[in-house]
């Protein structure tokens, strides 16, 4: 079964960074896109970035500027940087493909929590 696994996640202090990975048991390239997605307690999981395998990444308003996304396809890993975290980023940080949103199927997330 192809994997998808999320690390990386700690706690920080406001304005901080974080860098989190997503490693596949495959090539990344064999899902077409990898997306990062996360759920606050009591929230909606909500996207959060992608990256597809044309190189063309994506951001919500909310961490566009402060979020981005990479590859090392040697590694068969997806990064996410997260830089002047917030309060409000505190949440479980999930990567996906779309198959996988698709039919609904995640893996265990990294917590990251962003408090003072």
């Known amino acids: 079964q192809v994997q998808l696994v999320e690390s990386g996640g700690d706690s920080v202090q406001p304005g901080e960074s974080l860098r989190l990975s997503c490693t596949a048991s495959v090539s990344i390239y064999t899902f077409g896109a990898v997306g990062w997605y996360r759920q606050a307690p009591g929230r909606q999981r909500e996207f959060v970035a992608s990256?597809?395998?044309?190189?063309?990444?994506n951001y919500p308003g909310g961490v566009k500027g402060r979020f981005a996304v990479s590859r090392d396809t040697a590694k068969n890993t997806v990064y996410l940087q997260m830089d002047n975290l917030r309060v409000e980023d505190t949440a479980v940080y999930y990567c996906n493909s779309p198959r996988g949103v698709e039919n609904d199927e995640w893996g265990r997330g990294t917590q990251v929590t962003v408090s003072a």
């Open positions: 990256l597809t395998n044309g190189g063309v990444d």
